[in-house]
T-cell receptor, first 113, second 117 residues
Framework: AQSVAQPEDQVNVAEGNPLTVKCTYSVSGNPYLFWYVQYPNRGLQFLLKYITGDNLVKGSYGFEAEFNKSQTSFHLKKPSALVSDSALYFCAVRDPNDYKLSFGAGTTVTVRA | SAVISQKPSRDICQRGTSLTIQCQVDSQVTMMFWYRQQPGQSLTLIATANQGSEATYESGFVIDKFPISRPNLTFSTLTVSNMSPEDSSIYLC??????????????FGPGTRLTVL
């Protein structure tokens, strides 16, 4: 069975500071990993994904994530956070042989001006 | 990319009634899914909506409670039957489509916020 853990319910940072949202996963075989963002009263928006290749993945809105196989992690990062980055972030994993996504519990990011 | 719309966007319903949520995708997609997001929680897959056949339900979800239709490659409905307050959630439709980057991505609708009194 596949699963994802987001150990932090909330992350608070000041605008302009680096932002990191943590994610660890458990899956048999090579994982497909995803980050989504959910703004209030809106659906999920895709940020980035790792399938294979370079461990550092760049995505939308200046976000990037690093796949670390030895630590089974896929942390989301942004070098300089904006107030508009305040939202709910979900990490998700998918078995390559299936299309079903398993989501983490979500991390609420608050960026203060 | 696939753009997904859902109707209604929100509703308040009485216990014991049923609500049907519609999901429309702006392009033909191979796979469509329905998720539930309970208050303060993550997303849980309810079922995969199969075109022309019965939906495939995840553990803990049954057809009698959540009947699903998918008459074609762009449209699906989810019915929440005999509702109770525990069914108060956001219900999200999702579709597997091709992104502008040329690979499959799972796109999500804006969700339907259901409150059961």
């Amino acid at each position: 069975a596949q699963s994802v853990a987001q150990p932090e319910d909330q992350v608070n940072v000041a605008e302009g500071n680096p932002l990191t949202v943590k994610c660890t996963y458990s899956v048999s075989g090579n994982p497909y990993l995803f980050w989504y963002v959910q703004y209030p009263n809106r659906g999920l928006q895709f940020l980035l994904k790792y399938i294979t290749g370079d461990n550092l993945v760049k995505g939308s809105y200046g976000f990037e994530a690093e796949f670390n196989k030895s630590q089974t992690s896929f942390h989301l990062k942004k070098p300089s956070a904006l107030v508009s980055d305040s939202a709910l972030y979900f990490c998700a994993v998918r078995d390559p042989n299936d299309y079903k996504l398993s989501f983490g519990a979500g991390t609420t990011v608050t960026v203060r001006a | 990319s696939a753009v997904i719309s859902q109707k209604p966007s929100r509703d308040i319903c009485q216990r014991g009634t049923s609500l049907t949520i519609q999901c429309q995708v702006d392009s033909q997609v191979t796979m469509m899914f329905w998720y539930r997001q309970q208050p303060g929680q993550s997303l849980t897959l309810i079922a995969t909506a199969n075109q022309g056949s019965e939906a495939t339900y995840e553990s803990g979800f049954v057809i009698d409670k959540f009947p699903i239709s998918r008459p074609n490659l762009t449209f699906s409905t989810l019915t929440v039957s005999n509702m109770s307050p525990e069914d108060s959630s956001i219900y999200l439709c999702s579709a597997l489509g091709t992104s502008g980057r040329g690979y499959n991505e799972q796109f999500f609708g804006p969700g339907t916020r259901l409150t059961v009194l």
